[in-house]
């Protein structure tokens, strides 16, 4: 499994680096687990150690030919030590950074011990060890590692915010209706929000219904299965858990097109909101409160009155057709179903033709 290739340069992977940063900068080893390609977030931990240069770096592919930790730390810093433990008492601020290490590897071993003889020196100036490993290594213990876990790394607003940065940007009603909708269901998966975000507008606002337009092996891979933040189809987004959208469209398609709803409701009920208070504005002397009650207030009535009275009112049929358009696509959403582009399209177009919303 591969994360998209902007992961860790949007503000919650950038975070997520600075943390694991942080932590080595307090001289602590860091054993995380990334259950996709360890390589990228090697690699922007590295480039951030190197841009900060606080510290030597030295890294390792632990997938390359084998060869010795002590041979890595003689060929990246001065030999000054023959043994492990030698390099563990005389480095000063050097980071170890490795990954695609076996679980039984012979290197992992020697990580280990020099990240243990690192954590008997006990001194600010001790180097210290990062693995980013694909697989979960349960002999790294406290106290002297730290273990992390590279999920919940993404929100709504990196996606938000990959669209735009994207060159997809969402300053038109368009673009910002297909923005939500993608980011909706596409969650933490960069690659999802692109492919949707690609996609006709017809098909990125109920892509639900297409979804041959979007999917990829995985949706087969995982139907009838578990979702697994370790099979990459769960995460947390947003605060909570969430499931990745080809498990649901596999395994529960009613709850991808409640995510679908979701993203619609967003842009499409404030834009509905505007229309309905522009209307009660054109056609004030019209109408009249739903109850008395409400000390005459024509601000609050509903779709339903609105399109009741201005019926009985003989208002001009295009514009009465309109907001009856208005009104279906307001109480679809309403009752969480999501809305196809062809009604909103024409839905615009008869409101532009009558003037109701500029």
Not at 82 to 87: E, N
Not at 202 to 230: M, V, Y
Not at 274 to 286: A, H, P
Request: charged share 25%; hydrophobic share 40%; with cysteine.
């Amino acid at each position: 499994m591969n994360r998209h290739h902007d992961f860790w340069r949007l503000s919650g992977g950038k975070r997520f680096v600075e943390t694991v940063r942080a932590g080595s900068r307090e001289r602590r080893s860091i054993l995380i687990h990334e259950p996709f390609d360890p390589r990228p977030l090697a690699a922007a931990i590295g480039d951030l150690t190197r841009d900060q240069g606080l510290d030597g770096l030295c890294e390792i592919d632990g997938s390359q030919p084998s060869a010795s930790l002590c041979h890595h730390l003689q060929s990246k810093f001065d030999p000054i030590a023959s043994t492990i433990d030698g390099f563990a008492f005389g480095l000063n601020y050097a980071v170890i950074l490795a990954w695609n290490v076996a679980a039984t590897s012979v290197l992992l071993e020697e990580l280990s011990s020099f990240a243990r003889s690192c954590a008997v020196r006990g001194e600010m100036s001790a180097p210290v060890v990062i693995i980013v490993s694909r697989i979960p290594i349960d002999h790294c213990t406290q106290p002297v590692w730290e273990k992390l876990e590279a999920r919940g790394i993404l929100g709504p607003h990196d996606g938000v915010g990959f669209a735009a940065g994207a060159g997809r940007g969402i300053q038109t009603f368009e673009h910002r209706l297909k923005t939500s909708v993608a980011v909706e269901v596409g969650a933490w998966d960069l690659d999802i929000i692109e492919r949707i975000l690609s996609m006709s507008t017809h098909r990125a606002t109920r892509p639900d219904a297409h979804l041959d337009a979007w999917s990829d092996p995985r949706a087969d891979a995982w139907r009838d299965d578990r979702p697994s933040w370790t099979a990459g189809s769960l995460d947390e987004w947003g605060g909570e858990a969430c499931v990745h959208p080809l498990y649901l469209a596999v395994n529960k398609p009613a709850l991808l097109t409640k995510r679908v709803w979701r993203g619609q409701v967003a842009v499409l009920f404030p834009w509905l909101e505007e229309f309905r208070q522009t209307v009660i504005r054109t056609y004030r002397r019209q109408l009249r409160p739903d109850d008395l009650s409400y000390g005459g207030d024509v601000e609050s009535l509903d779709w339903g009155p609105v399109c009741w009275q201005l019926g009985r009112a003989g208002v001009d049929r295009s514009a009465l057709d309109a907001i009856h358009a208005g009104r279906k696509i307001r109480n679809d959403l309403a009752h969480g179903r999501p809305v196809d582009w062809s009604a909103v399209q024409s839905f615009e177009a008869d409101i532009n033709k009558v003037g109701l919303l500029r």
